[in-house]
């Protein structure tokens, strides 16, 4: 798993997933914190597949949210993950 800002590859893990047969999330650790920032788009390039699907590229973006009561946001204090269900 490829995670890039543009084109520069700013963390990559490789691991192979199975199935466990249950509906909690397996989790997979960079070995090195990533700093996320808002409205900054990054990229997952990782090959997942199914039975029915496959996806090689996943896009997303930390972006603010309004239902932040607690004071943290994007620009700090929040730790997001990224989660995978098949």
């Known amino acids: 798993m ?5 084109e520069e590859v700013i963390e990559s ?7 466990t047969g249950f509906s909690d999330p397996i989790l997979i650790c960079f070995d090195h914190p990533v700093q996320g920032m ?5 990229v997952i390039e990782n090959e997942l ?3 029915e699907e496959k996806a090689e590229v996943v896009n997303f973006y930390f972006a603010p ?6 004071g943290t946001g994007v620009q700090g204090g ?9």
């Open 2 to 6: 490829d995670l890039k800002r543009g």
């Open 13 to 19: 893990k490789k691991t192979i997933l199975c199935s």
């Open 38 to 42: 808002a409205e900054v788009g990054v």
């Open 49 to 51: 597949t199914t039975d």
């Open 65 to 70: 949210s309004t239902d932040s009561k607690n």
């Open 78 to 86: 929040q730790i997001p993950l990224i989660v995978f269900y098949a």
